[in-house]
């Protein structure tokens, strides 16, 4: 199956910068259509969505970050970036990584659809 390896996060302060990290790596066959989402989630918060691109690209941030954050995508090593910039306090959160995608399934020999979340990292930003 296909896993995902989060790394980055840490401490900043309010104004700076850190860049996540998203990989997915695994042996599947028929592998294809991977998409990555990041979400967040503060204590006494639902998890939202921050930032997203799909399969072919195109990219969206929520209005909380835009024009702060972006998304990108490395074809080759099926990884994504987060950049954040000009953090603030509010910022502050466990950021997850989720990636969907289509795979070859078995039981019906066709594809069908997957996806797995990543163990989560801590961004604390100081004010």
């Known amino acids: 199956q296909v896993q995902v390896t989060q790394s980055g996060g840490g401490l900043a302060q309010a104004g700076g910068s850190l860049t996540l990290s998203c990989a997915a790596s695994?042996?599947?066959?028929?592998?294809?259509?991977?998409?990555f989402r990041w979400y967040r989630q503060s204590p006494g918060n639902q998890r939202e969505m921050v930032a997203e691109?799909?399969?072919?690209?195109?990219?969206n941030t929520s209005d909380s970050v835009t024009d702060r954050f972006s998304i990108s995508k490395d074809e080759a090593k099926n990884t994504v970036l987060l950049t954040m910039k000009h953090l603030k306090p509010e910022d502050s959160a466990v950021y997850y990584c989720?990636?969907?995608?289509?795979?070859?399934?078995?039981?019906?020999?066709?594809?069908?659809?997957?996806?797995?979340w990543g163990q989560g990292t801590q961004v604390t930003v100081s004010s």
């Open positions: 695994g042996h599947i066959i028929g592998l294809r259509d991977m998409g």
């Open positions: 989720f990636v969907h995608y289509s795979f070859f399934a078995e039981d019906v020999r066709d594809h069908s659809r997957g996806a797995r």
């Open positions: 691109i799909s399969a072919d690209g195109t990219t």
